[in-house]
């Protein structure tokens, strides 16, 4: 049986909560983590409609990417949307999960999707985060009876998350050294005696990793080094995670003309409009970003996008590409919807193929078009 921490674990090494953005309020937002998983209905929102299909199909767990709760609450009385949901969560003992932003900044998250759908290829993050990377130096003893040291703390490393660069894994640097050290009283060295000035080779090992790993890595550190007293250096990193951050950039297979590419757009999403600028060039290149997105139209003009497809997109937004490349809203429902497939194909791959997951019938797009 499952729990919602194992669901909340499963999903947060998918889509990590560091990577959500500052503003955001991903993860559990209701629920004993230790309660066992009947069901779980997947739903973009949750709102108290989806809380009460949940109980009706027993589920007594919401999976939704928008978060009900992004402010603290000081009362709950029932007021509003948000009150109303989690007290009929609370009241029915259903969980509510929300994987945000954290879902949309990861290399397979929604936008990943989403481009999938439309077909596109050699797709890259189209605004890498930094700061979420840092590098590791450690010491390793290179004596000859220290013979596969070196390899078995890299593998350590490695399994804890360590040495992940773009598409490439156990990536590492080594340089020969000579260390020195004179263990003090009361210690109890691998290598020495205390108070005797001791000078050997070492190697001296480099691997990057991701911030939120950092406790991990260096738990595995120590279990795998042999001294008594681990010597490491941790620094921060300016880099760009390439596999985190907002948006996507990616190739049509076949240019299309304007037209073609937002009947494209029509047909995958099943819109019957979309919102759009003017732009003279066929469409090759395709940046996108799932919900509120025009925040990054520079980006995808700087990436040499032909088109940007978003949502959300304010009048005076529109201007901003100024002819250079085709700016398309989408709706913000429409261009989220296919985030419960990522869900449904997450959970089914952790918890076996005979995982309960039900797609909420309840249409939460607040959305309608008259045309
Ligand atoms: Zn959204």
């Known amino acids: ?68 709760i992004f402010r603290p609450l000081k009362r709950l009385t029932g007021k509003g949307l948000v009150e109303q949901t989690i007290m009929a969560a609370l009241k029915n003992d259903v969980a509510i999960y929300a994987a945000h932003t954290n879902l949309d900044n990861v290399r397979a998250g929604v936008n990943a999707r989403l481009a999938a759908k439309l077909g596109l290829v050699n797709t890259r993050i189209l605004a890498p985060q930094t700061g979420t990377l840092a590098r590791l130096s450690t010491y390793v003893p290179a004596r000859p009876a220290d013979a596969g040291l070196p390899e078995r703390v890299l593998a350590a490393l490695y399994a804890a998350g ?15 050294g000579t260390g020195s050290f004179t263990p003090g009283d009361g210690t109890r060295p691998a290598i020495g005696a205390q108070n005797q000035p001791e000078t050997l080779a070492e190697i001296k090992l480099e691997v990057v990793l991701p911030l939120h790993r950092q406790a991990a890595v260096l738990a595995a550190l120590r279990q795998a080094h042999p001294y008594e007293e681990v010597a490491y250096e941790l620094v921060r990193l300016e880099n760009q ?51 509120a997105g025009s925040f990054l139209t520079s980006a995808a003009v700087a990436a040499g996008a032909d088109a940007f497809v978003t949502s959300d997109v304010k009048y005076h937004e529109f201007f901003a590409p100024e002819g250079r490349l085709l700016l398309c809203d989408v709706g913000h429902f429409e261009s989220e919807q296919f985030t419960g497939e990522i869900f449904r194909d997450l959970l089914l791959a952790g918890f076996g193929r005979t995982f309960a997951v039900l797609f909420a019938k309840t249409s939460t797009n607040p959305v309608h078009y008259d045309c």
């Open 162 to 176: 360590a040495g992940r660069v773009g598409d490439y894994r156990d990536c590492s640097f080594q340089t020969p």
């Open 1 to 68: 049986m499952k729990t919602v921490r194992d669901l909340a674990q499963l999903l947060e090494a998918a889509a990590p909560l560091a990577y959500q953005e500052s503003y955001d309020n991903a993860g559990l937002q209701c629920g004993l983590p230790e309660a066992e998983i009947t069901s779980v209905l997947v739903s973009l929102d949750c709102t108290p409609a989806v809380v009460a299909e949940a109980v009706r199909r027993g589920c007594n767990v919401v999976l939704c990417h928008h978060p009900v």
């Open 241 to 291: 995670h390439q596999d985190v951050g907002a948006g996507l950039v990616g190739e049509l297979p076949a240019p299309l003309a304007p037209a073609a590419f937002r009947q494209l757009l029509k047909a995958t999403l099943g819109v019957p409009l979309v919102r759009h600028t003017a732009f003279a060039g066929d469409i090759r290149k395709v940046a996108l970003c799932g919900g």
